[in-house]
């Protein structure tokens, strides 16, 4: 079998797992859309398991090389990540609300951020759309806070699903692309 050959069988079955994930990101994206509270929820549990494996991960990192300068930084580093993810995994209404609090903040300043940015690019060809885009940051934030602790309920499990519709029509797109090849 000639080099040529086996690209194409790689190619032929690479578009095929390309499309799966493609389904499944947006069957994935569908069902959180369907119960934003579950998957809001589901995010709240892996971050924190994210954040509880990175802490201990950096504890483990921070005895195993004692003599570095930032033993003791490293060490506090971990300890507090890992109270983070124990936190959330524990406790994750009270995540919810605190996650979706603090993502409300971080949207208020990024969209204040781009805003000023637009209006300091402004003989620039395009500096409205940077001011528009810091305004919807700025409007999601608002929408957040509008209606807060409430919206913590739906909000991050609604980015989920966004982010997984998004990334399954992405999948699609370089499936189908794949498979013209």
């Known amino acids: 079998m000639s080099m040529g050959d086996m690209r194409g069988v790689t190619r032929g079955s690479t578009w095929i797992w390309m499309a799966v994930l493609a389904a499944l990101s947006i069957l994935g994206?569908?069902?959180?859309?369907?119960?934003?509270?579950v998957a809001t929820m589901a995010t709240v549990v892996l971050l924190g398991w994210m954040?509880?494996?990175?802490g201990v991960v950096q504890i483990v990192h921070a005895?195993?090389?004692?003599?570095?300068?930032?033993?003791?930084?490293?060490?506090?580093f971990g300890a507090?990540?890992?109270l983070l993810g124990l936190s959330l995994i524990f406790d994750p209404l009270a995540g919810m609300v605190s996650?979706?609090?603090?993502?409300?903040v971080l949207l208020v300043l990024a969209g204040i951020a781009k805003m000023v940015l637009g209006m300091a690019v402004r003989p620039i060809p395009g500096w409205g759309g940077i001011v528009f885009s810091g305004?919807?940051?700025?409007?999601?934030?608002?929408?957040i806070f509008a209606n807060f602790p409430w919206s913590a309920a739906a909000v991050l499990g609604i980015l989920l699903a966004?982010?997984?519709?998004?990334n399954g029509v992405l999948f699609l797109f370089v499936a189908l692309g794949l498979r013209r090849m």
């Open 63 to 76: 005895f195993a090389d004692r003599a570095w300068g930032g033993f003791f930084w490293a060490l506090l």
């Open 135 to 143: 305004a919807i940051s700025v409007l999601l934030a608002v929408m």
């Open 99 to 104: 996650l979706t609090f603090l993502l409300g």
């Open 162 to 166: 966004v982010e997984l519709l998004s």
């Open 51 to 54: 954040f509880a494996v990175l």
């Open 29 to 37: 994206g569908l069902l959180a859309l369907l119960n934003p509270f």
């Open 80 to 82: 507090v990540t890992l």
